[in-house]
């Protein structure tokens, strides 16, 4: 077979490797590579005795690390052009049992909310009436006798209360 040229990561899938371990075989001699300078850095050039094509039969150039063909729900790779049809239908097949399993976990919370507004109107309702209680108080306060309120010039600053232990 003849020796193919492929970039770096077009190995590691053409292989079907990391790029750890491709640059490890690199290092111990068992891929044959070389280092080419660009303007706009260093790349890698790797020979590969391989067909252009990886493992499975596609196109190496078309596929990107990590990249996997679908898999039927019987555990066979499916054809390349069904992945999309497949997909879908799959997502149809299971959009009921994701609907029920939410629906259940859903349940609880929104019985919890319902529980939490009840409260809450509530203790807007006390809070209503604790805030005409406050404002009746001080109205009694502001208008009560001036006799019993304190006046300013008789105040005496709280830390003058050392005068009167002295004396």
């Known amino acids: ?45 790797v020979y590969l005795d391989q067909a252009p094509g990886s493992r499975d039969g596609t196109d190496v150039t078309s596929r990107v690390p990590g990249d996997r063909p679908a898999i039927t729900l019987d555990g066979q790779p499916s054809p390349a052009g ?44 006390e809070l209503g009436q604790l805030r005409a209680v406050l404002g009746q108080v001080l109205a009694d306060r502001d208008a009560g006798p001036a006799s019993t309120r304190q006046d300013a010039s008789k105040a005496v600053p709280w830390w003058a209360f050392w005068r009167w232990a002295t004396t």
Not at 8 to 26: D, N
Not at 91 to 101: N, R, T, Y
Not at 111 to 121: I, Y
């Open 1 to 45: 077979m003849a020796t193919n040229e492929f970039t770096f990561a077009q190995a590691c899938v053409a292989l079907g490797v990391s790029a750890h371990t491709l640059r490890r075989r690199i290092t111990s001699g068992e891929v044959q590579a070389e280092r080419v300078r660009r303007p706009q850095g260093y790349t890698w050039i």
């Open 82 to 125: 069904t992945q999309a049809a497949d997909g879908h239908q799959l997502a149809l097949a299971l959009a009921p049992l994701v609907e029920a399993s939410v629906s259940a976990a859903v349940a609880p919370l929104r019985a919890e909310l319902a529980d939490v507004r009840a409260t809450l109107s509530q203790r807007d309702q």
